[in-house]
């Protein structure tokens, strides 16, 4: 069971960036993903999740309208598109695959807004 992330990086507020969680060595069409956020010093903070399938959708009220998540199951991929960035959104991403009984990490990656 193993999750790879990539995307991330440093960006102007109002810029975009689209992170990228690979996932392999697991049925990913029975795992639902989250995506979480940690900022330093603060508590992991969920920001958005997709059904196992891609049909529903759930965002936290900082980020709705601005972030999107969408998967692909034929890929084993999902992505968290982020648009319109504030420097409140600079933290470690974390994706994670869930059914509740089984989970799986990504390693985090960096998204830094800044002037």
């Known amino acids: 069971v193993h999750l790879v992330q990539s995307g991330g990086g440093t960006v102007q507020p109002g810029g975009s960036l689209t992170l990228s969680c690979a996932a392999s060595?697991?049925?990913?069409?029975?795992?639902?993903v989250l995506w979480y956020r940690q900022r330093p010093g603060e508590e992991r903070e969920l920001v958005a999740q997709?059904?196992?399938?891609?049909?529903?959708?759930l965002y936290s009220d900082p980020v709705r309208g601005r972030f999107t998540v969408s998967r692909d199951n034929t890929k084993n991929m999902v992505w968290l598109q982020m648009v319109n960035l504030k420097p409140e959104d600079t933290a470690i991403y974390l994706c994670?695959?869930?059914?509740?009984?089984?989970?799986?990490w990504g390693q985090g990656t960096q998204v830094t807004v800044s002037a």
């Open positions: 994670k695959a869930t059914t509740g009984l089984d989970t799986a």
């Open positions: 060595g697991f049925a990913f069409e029975d795992y639902r």
């Open positions: 997709i059904s196992a399938v891609g049909r529903s959708t």
